[in-house]
């Protein structure tokens, strides 16, 4: 596949060529508030496949189907009370959840793990994907949209540096505010089980829930690419909990005593920041560090600053496991 991938603008005439694109069963990149997503037709078998091959993404790997609001998931997949109450809590927001899919879906099988009988379901808040949602009027498959493995994009300029000539357009939303992906949260067992974490603190799905949720990680099982230990990786290797650079590093700070941070995710400590920079900054530094090593200050793992260090643990683990 090579062709020219159109950036396009978020207007209506922006979104109304992306829909037409994805109704031909092309691809199109689209901001969400978490990182951008490469979007195809969660109903055409060959567009789902065009998603795997564009981002070279391993077949066992299911995809997330987004849609624009509560009715569209219910058409989906059945809803308990659990997923009901998320739902009302969190959507339109950065929780993915996994509930048993509906035989009248008309899902392509590719989006449902063979054999388990789910799908992941997202509503995003995004202006922009709302109104890509909207114009299409279906579900779109949509992973983060980089080439496998690799750090998610957050910026339109991000989606292009690893896929541009592979996907037929970017819409072109700014930043993205959130900046890490969604928390996934599976609702086939009786107990709730966490299989990423992500913009959404576990803390907030607890309190909703009104009890603990299980960690996926105990499992053993892969359930979702954020479990496979190399994943989110910038080129240059990494060492993590840093509170301060050796000889031959680049220094990643946190808080208002890394002055001698190169990049800092946020100077007064503040998470939300922190996650919303934190990919942009592992692209930067990744770009300058010319064989030098990448430290990272440490971060709290209390709030999204759990899912910070989800990302950050698996950029740093060694590259031959995945
Ligand atoms: P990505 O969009 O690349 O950030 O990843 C989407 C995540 O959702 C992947 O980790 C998938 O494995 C996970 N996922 C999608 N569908 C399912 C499913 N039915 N059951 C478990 N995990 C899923
Ligand atoms: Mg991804």
Redesign the pocket.
């Known amino acids: 596949m090579c062709r020219k991938t159109l950036r396009l603008s978020p207007d209506p005439k922006g979104i109304s060529r992306a829909a037409d694109i994805l109704r031909s069963g092309g691809l199109v990149a689209f901001p969400t508030e978490?990182?951008y997503?490469l979007g195809g037709d969660a109903r055409n078998a060959a567009a789902v496949a065009r998603i795997y091959e564009a981002?070279r993404?391993p077949p066992?790997?299911?995809?997330?189907?987004h849609v624009a609001g509560i009715n569209a998931a219910r058409r989906l997949a059945q809803f308990d009370p659990r997923a009901e109450a998320l739902a009302t809590a969190f959507w339109p927001g950065a929780l993915?959840l996994?509930?048993p899919?509906r035989a009248d879906s008309r899902l392509t099988p590719a989006?449902?793990?063979e054999g388990?009988g789910?799908?992941?379901l997202r509503v995003p808040k995004h202006p922009v994907a709302q109104a890509l949602l909207t114009a299409f009027g279906g579900p779109i498959a949509?992973?983060?949209a980089?080439p496998?493995g690799r750090v998610?994009p957050t910026s339109a300029d991000h989606v292009l540096e690893g896929l541009s000539g592979r996907i037929d357009a970017v819409l072109d939303g700014g930043d993205c505010p959130v900046g890490l992906?969604?928390t996934?949260l599976?609702l086939?067992t009786p107990q709730a089980r966490l299989?990423?974490p992500g913009g959404i603190a576990t803390e907030a799905i607890a309190e909703v829930l009104g009890g603990p949720v299980a960690s996926g990680k105990d499992t053993g099982v892969?359930?979702?690419?954020?479990?496979l230990a190399s994943h989110y990786a910038p080129h240059a290797p990494m060492r993590l909990n840093a509170e301060f650079p050796l000889d031959g590093e680049i220094w990643l700070g946190f808080g208002p005593d890394c002055t001698a941070a190169e990049v800092t995710l946020s100077a007064t400590g503040d998470l939300d920041e922190a996650a919303a920079n934190l990919f942009a900054a592992l692209r930067l530094l990744d770009a300058r560090a010319k064989g030098r090593r990448i430290a990272v200050a440490p971060i709290p793992d209390y709030g999204i600053g759990e899912a910070i260090n989800d990302r950050l643990c698996r950029a740093a683990a060694p590259r031959d496991s995945t």
Do not use: D, Y
């Open positions: 978490t990182v997503g981002k993404r066992h790997n299911p995809l997330i189907a993915t996994v509930l899919v989006m449902t793990p388990a789910t799908v992941a949509a992973p983060s980089n496998s998610s992906e969604s996934i599976s086939v299989l990423r892969l359930t979702a690419p954020g479990q």
